[in-house]
């Protein structure tokens, strides 16, 4: 279930908003220029499936995207449990950081957090399957995929090379919880 919590920068163990509720999510995020969206695919995607079945199980939301946004690449990245290189993979992105471009995700399986760290709070975004999250260029923020990764993304890029993280050197990332899979609920 996806959910939303957001701290005070100074207050990282209390949470001034927790909520599961979509549109709750929705409204507090566009505050922040953050777009938020659940979708439906046309069909059931699992883990393992192909890029082909993914984008076919999306396409009308894929091709309503790219037009508003003018994205010249979508791919997928996907993550399990049992990848040799989940602990390379997770801490890569696990400290603060933006991007020159926006970053753009469609969660089709499994779950990861977004943190953002915006105007003196901290919003703490866990996406799950169907989340869509527009999070705008030069936003400070990071991603935890958990411990044990298990996710299917599908990713929007205007230019790929803009997503290249410029990292911040602070430790914000560390004074917030990591995203547990067993503490999400």
């Not at 999510?25 to 082909?52: C, K, N, T, Y």
């Not at 169907?130 to 599908?154: C, K, N």
């Not at 990591?178 to 503490?183: D, G, I, L, N």
């Amino acid at each position: 279930m996806s959910r939303l919590r957001i701290f005070d920068e100074g207050q990282p163990d209390q949470p001034i908003l927790n909520t599961a509720d979509a549109a709750s999510i929705a409204a507090e995020l566009d505050r922040i220029g953050v777009r938020f969206e659940q979708w439906q695919p046309r069909a059931d995607v699992q883990p393992g499936a192909s890029q082909e079945e993914i984008f076919a199980a999306f396409r009308e939301d894929i091709d309503r995207v790219v037009a508003e946004h003018g994205f010249t690449t979508v791919d997928v990245a996907s993550i399990a449990p049992d990848n040799p290189n989940r602990e390379a993979a997770r801490a890569k992105f696990l400290d603060e950081h933006f991007h020159i471009e926006d970053e753009v995700r469609l969660f089709v399986a499994g779950a990861g957090q977004f943190t953002l760290h915006v105007e003196g709070r901290v919003y703490e975004v866990l996406c799950t399957k169907g989340d869509y999250i527009a999070v705008p260029d030069r936003t400070l923020h990071w991603f935890d995929m958990g411990p044990e990764p298990a996710f299917v993304a599908i990713r929007f890029f205007k230019d790929p090379e803009g997503w290249v993280g410029h990292f911040t050197g602070t430790d914000w990332a560390a004074r917030f919880p990591r995203y547990e899979p067993e503490s999400a609920a």
